[in-house]
Structure formats: structure tokens, C-alpha cells
């Protein structure tokens, strides 16, 4: 513990001096080559998940897990990202969408929002959400090491902060189909909810560039906002690593955890949802 204290103490007093002396050194160095402009076209193989409590219940604990309205399971759904770089400032904007329709058989007798339902009766859940994120970062720390023969850096990272904003939106449509058609007429009963929420956020980000072919990022972004009875909070992250053959054109593979509690209306008949978007993303790097 005390050589990698002295070490890194040298290193700290090596980067200063050098510095001051007006020499380059890699912590100051400047990329050889960068990009501008970057697309990013995924597609997210996520899967919603949490507690769900529709408007018009009883008591508060009138909800269900989404896994009980077989809503857990994943499927392919769109995601992109578009950046510009400036220096050290990067401005992006990013959004994805996800809708999937889920039947299931109830396993408890319950009230779910306006509807009571009844262990046994079959039900239905159309499911909707989308968010958009708008994040402004600013580079803090480059460290740059290293060039190869055809004139590209072998290492290069960067830690940047900043904030932005997170737009999101929900549809929860139930319906049930009651075992005795006596009790309601015939008729389907339904209950749901739709909504948007809007946050802001706090942001950080580390690249890590290798040869620049090899990228591994990790950007994590949480807030929240309320206005009245309406609130929200949310966190992601998000783990990705790309390989670019060409400097402009690249695959890269990835993991966002996007996690969200929704709450709108006063209890016991407000809307709440505590759950997560979760899944793997694979896509087509562009970078100009």
C-alpha cells in the first residue's frame, strides 16, 4: 500500500513539473485523431419489470407485479443515440421506444385500480414506454499514451461530467374478462393509465480508447422532479463496447439498465409504478 502511495505521488509530482516546464506529457496530450459527429442505430432486447399500482384502487396495496401479467418478457425494440464532440464538450440525445401486449390468468382475487378481479379470470395488459435523454458533458481528465506505426494512439481515456434531461412516457391499458359475465353484464372491464414524466439530471461518463479500434464506455445518469402530486426518479447506466475496423463505421454491444418510480395522484388511488427497462443492445457505430 505505501510503494503505490509513493508511486503515485512520483507520478503526480513527474506530471507537474513537466507541465510546468512546458512539456507534453499524457495527461496534456492531444488526440491524435477524434470525431465529431456520431451515430449510434440499436436495438435493445429489454424487458420491463417492477410493481404496478393503478389509479382508483381501494388501499394502497392494490398492486401487482408485472411478471404476474406475464409482462416480463423481453423483445427487440428501437434505440439510438446521436453526439456531437466540440472540444471538450459533447452534446447527445438519445431515445428509445417499447409496446408489447401480454395475457395472463389471475392468480389472486384483488382490486387493480377501477376493476376487481377475481383468482382464475383471464386479463390482459397493453404496455407501452418511450424515453428520450438529452445530456451535455464536459470533459474533466484525458490521459493520452502512445502512437502505433500507421499514426494512431494506442491509449486514450477520459472521465467527463454534466447533466441534462430525461423525458419519459408510460401507457398501462388492463383489461379483464370476468369468469361470471352475470356480475358486469357481459362487458370487459378495464382500467389504466397514461402519462410523462420529465427530470433532470446529473451525468458522468469514462472512455476508454484502445489503438482506436477498441472503445469501452460506461455512462450513468439519475434525477428526478416533482410539480404537485406528480413526481419521478430515475437512474441508468449503461456499459458498451465497440470495435471500429474503420475509423467511421463500427459494431458495438452493450447493457442499459434504465430504472424509473412513477407516482401521480394522491394515495390510495394514485398511480405508481416502481420498475425498470433492462435488457442487452447491439448496433451500428457512424462517427464523422
Known amino acids: 500500500m505505501k510503494s503505490l502511495i509513493v508511486w503515485a505521488c512520483c507520478l503526480a509530482c513527474s506530471t507537474a513539473v513537466a507541465q510546468d516546464a512546458g512539456g507534453v506529457t499524457p495527461w496534456n496530450r492531444p488526440r491524435l485523431h477524434d470525431w465529431t459527429?456520431?451515430?449510434?442505430?440499436?436495438?435493445?432486447y429489454q424487458a420491463p419489470a417492477g410493481d404496478l399500482t393503478l389509479p382508483g384502487g381501494v388501499t394502497p396495496d392494490d398492486e401487482i407485479d408485472l411478471e404476474e401479467l406475464n409482462m416480463d418478457s423481453p423483445r427487440l425494440s428501437p434505440y439510438g443515440e446521436l453526439r456531437v464532440q466540440r472540444g471538450k464538450l459533447r452534446?447527445?440525445?438519445?431515445?428509445?421506444?417499447?409496446?408489447?401486449?401480454?395475457?395472463s390468468t389471475i392468480e389472486t382475487t384483488r382490486t387493480l385500480g377501477d376493476v376487481d378481479v377475481y383468482a382464475g379470470e383471464r386479463s390482459r395488459l397493453d404496455f407501452s414506454h418511450w424515453s428520450m435523454d438529452a445530456?451535455?458533458?464536459?470533459?474533466?481528465?484525458s490521459y493520452v499514451d502512445g502512437?502505433?506505426?500507421?499514426?494512431?494512439?494506442?491509449v486514450r481515456i477520459r472521465g467527463s461530467l454534466g447533466g441534462g434531461l430525461r423525458?419519459?412516457?408510460?401507457?398501462?391499458?388492463?383489461?379483464?374478462?370476468?369468469?361470471?359475465?352475470?356480475r358486469t353484464g357481459g362487458e370487459v372491464l378495464t382500467s389504466g393509465y397514461e402519462g410523462t414524466f420529465v427530470e433532470l439530471l446529473a451525468a458522468g461518463a469514462l472512455d476508454i480508447d484502445l489503438?482506436?479500434?477498441?472503445?469501452?464506455?460506461?455512462?450513468?445518469?439519475?434525477?428526478a422532479f416533482g410539480l404537485d402530486d406528480r413526481t419521478s426518479a430515475s437512474f441508468s447506466i449503461e456499459p458498451t463496447l465497440a470495435w471500429h475496423p474503420r475509423s467511421r463505421v463500427g459494431v458495438e454491444v452493450g447493457y442499459r439498465l434504465l430504472v424509473h418510480r412513477?407516482?401521480?395522484?394522491e394515495s390510495p388511488r394514485e398511480f405508481e409504478w416502481s420498475g425498470s427497462m433492462a435488457g442487452l443492445f447491439a448496433g451500428l457505430s457512424v462517427r464523422f
Open 147 to 154: 502512437s502505433t506505426a500507421d499514426g494512431r494512439d494506442e
Open 135 to 141: 445530456l451535455a458533458l464536459y470533459e474533466l481528465f
Open 91 to 103: 452534446l447527445g440525445i438519445a431515445g428509445s421506444f417499447f409496446s408489447a401486449e401480454r395475457g
Open 167 to 182: 423525458v419519459s412516457g408510460v401507457d398501462f391499458d388492463f383489461s379483464v374478462n370476468p369468469t361470471d359475465p352475470g
Open 211 to 223: 489503438y482506436e479500434r477498441w472503445y469501452l464506455s460506461v455512462e450513468a445518469s439519475g434525477g
Open 262 to 265: 412513477m407516482e401521480d395522484g
Open 37 to 44: 459527429l456520431s451515430f449510434e442505430a440499436r436495438a435493445w
